[in-house]
T-cell receptor, first 117, second 113 residues
Framework: AQKITQTQPGMFVQEKEAVTLDCTYD???????LFWYKQPSSGEMIFLIY??????QNATEGRYSLNFQKARKSANLVISASQLGDSAMYFC??????????????FGSGTQLTVLP | GAGVSQSPSNKVTEKGKDVELRCDPI?????LYWYRQRLGQGLEFLIY????????KSGLPSDRFSAERTGESVSTLTIQRTQQEDSAVYLC???????????FGSGTRLTVV
């Protein structure tokens, strides 16, 4: 079974609008972390946001927020006020185990976001 | 250094040759990871080093792939007898032992001809 599922291979959004990128995960661990990374065409991996499984509040970082629904095992990324520079591939990833384990991340297949002017 | 450094940035090699890819993690980061990203695809985990513990090699696709790390510093990923399907970007990441932030290098683009 896939540990991280991103069901939207491609998404389009109009500039200045909000967009939600979907991510569901599968783990039997009680402690885990969820991450979103942005990969522009240049290829670098840019960290966007982190949510711990025990964090009670949804994570926010500027225009990025993570809609964490633990019972549904979903960790959707919301980008508000989209900008042309947001056009990129977005990856959801999970670390199983406690933060101190620093175990490897498992990545989804990604969503290609295109922001339209 | 300020970031994760990988070299070379590009490597073209002939099928059957061995290649070595290098990763220099952020100073003080105890954990180091190698990933492979084929064109248009997600990141595949290859191997994970954490301090002096035995590495997690569960992602290595064949015995042609190996990696070493000296202490908590530089790591090299070696691919022996390269095949065309090894063509990909190889990404290295490092993390401090808190598992909330993983920093990636810019990758090595390997092309096997």
């Amino acid at each position: 079974a896939q540990k991280i599922t991103q069901t939207q291979p491609g998404m389009f959004v109009q500039e200045k609008e909000a967009v939600t990128l979907d991510c569901t995960y599968d783990t039997s661990d009680q402690s885990y972390g969820l991450f979103w990374y942005k990969q522009p065409s240049s290829g670098e991996m840019i960290f966007l946001i982190y949510q711990g499984s025990y964090d009670e509040q949804n994570a926010t970082e500027g225009r990025y927020s993570l809609n964490f629904q633990k019972a549904r095992k979903s960790a959707n990324l919301v980008i508000s006020a989209s900008q042309l520079g947001d056009s990129a591939m977005y990856f959801c990833a999970m670390r199983e185990g406690s933060p101190g384990s620093a175990r490897q991340l498992t990545f989804g297949s990604g969503t290609q976001l295109t922001v339209l002017p | 250094g300020a970031g994760v450094s990988q070299s070379p940035s590009n490597k073209v090699t002939e099928k059957g040759k061995d290649v070595e890819l290098r990763c220099d993690p952020i100073s003080g980061h105890t954990a180091l990871y190698w990933y492979r990203q084929r064109l248009g695809q997600g990141l595949e985990f290859l191997i994970y080093f954490q301090g002096n513990s035995a590495p997690d090699k569960s992602g290595l696709p064949s015995d042609r792939f190996s990696a070493e790390r000296t202490g908590e510093s530089v790591s090299t990923l070696t691919i022996q007898r390269t095949q065309q399907e090894d063509s990909a970007v190889y990404l290295c990441a490092s993390s401090f032992r808190q598992g909330k932030s993983y920093t990636f290098g810019s990758g090595t683009r390997l092309t096997v001809v």
